[in-house]
C-alpha cells in the first residue's frame, strides 16, 4: 500500500529529458510522491499519456490538459501521472487503485495518503461531485521533511477504484497554481474499470 512519501529515497526526471537538479520544493526533497494504488503491491506506472487521456495502468482516465509551463516527470515506483510546473517546481499529480470489493471510507483513504506529513492544518475540507461521484477534497498546509507545504488533495470511489489527485507547492505558489489544479480536475472522467478491460 502507498502512502503519500517522503521522496528522500526517490528521483523525479521528465519525460524524453536528462536527469538534472531541480529547484524549489524538488532540491528540498518535498516532490509530492503521492501513491494512490491502495491496497495493493507498488509498482512503476506502466500507462501511456496523450492529450489528456491516461491508459494501460489499473484504470484508464482522463484529466484536464495542463499548459507548458508543465512538464510530465516519472517518479519511480509512485505516480499513473505526475507533472512538474517549471517556474514554480508544484507538483499535480493523479493515481487510480483498483481492486474487487475494496470499499473504504473517503476519511480512512485521505488519512493514509497524508502519512509522513506533520504539523497538518486542514483549511477546508468539503464533498464535491466529480465524475458524477461523491469526493472529498482537502485544501491543507503541512510540513514534509520540516519544509512548509500546501496542498489540496481529492480522493473519490468509482466501480472499484480509487482516484486520488493532488496539488503540492511551496505555500507562496498556492493561489498561482490552484486555477491550473481545478482545470486538471474538470476534466477528469473515468469508467473506473482496471485495464484492460476499461471503456476507451
Known amino acids: 500500500m502507498r502512502t503519500l512519501v517522503s521522496p528522500r529515497s526517490l528521483w523525479a526526471r521528465p519525460l524524453g529529458r536528462p536527469s538534472r537538479p531541480t529547484g524549489g520544493l524538488l532540491r528540498h526533497g518535498v516532490l509530492l510522491c503521492l501513491g494512490a494504488a491502495l491496497f495493493v503491491p507498488a509498482c512503476s506506472s506502466s500507462g501511456t499519456y496523450r492529450e489528456g487521456s491516461y491508459t494501460g495502468g489499473e484504470a484508464d482516465f482522463h484529466v484536464g490538459e495542463l499548459d507548458g509551463d508543465w512538464t510530465r516527470i516519472q517518479v519511480r515506483d ?28 473517503l476519511e480512512a483513504l485521505r488519512n493514509h495518503l497524508l502519512i509522513g506529513f506533520t504539523e497538518r492544518e486542514t483549511v477546508e475540507e468539503r464533498r464535491i461531485e466529480l465524475d458524477g461521484r461523491e469526493a472529498l477534497d482537502v485544501h491543507l498546509t503541512a510540513k514534509l521533511d520540516g ?10 470511489k468509482k466501480n472499484e477504484c480509487v482516484f486520488d489527485m493532488a496539488l503540492l507547492t511551496a ?28 471503456v476507451r
Request: aromatic residues 8%; glycine residues 8%.
Open 147 to 156: 519544509v512548509p507545504v500546501e496542498m489540496r488533495l481529492t480522493v473519490l
Open 78 to 105: 509512485q505516480n499513473d501521472l505526475a507533472f512538474i510546473h517549471g517556474p514554480t517546481s508544484g507538483v499535480i499529480q493523479a493515481n487510480a487503485s483498483c481492486q474487487a470489493g475494496l470499499d473504504i471510507p
Open 171 to 198: 505555500p507562496a505558489d498556492f493561489a498561482r497554481l490552484e486555477p491550473h489544479y481545478d482545470a486538471f480536475l474538470r476534466g477528469f472522467h473515468s469508467e473506473g474499470q482496471a485495464a484492460p478491460l476499461a
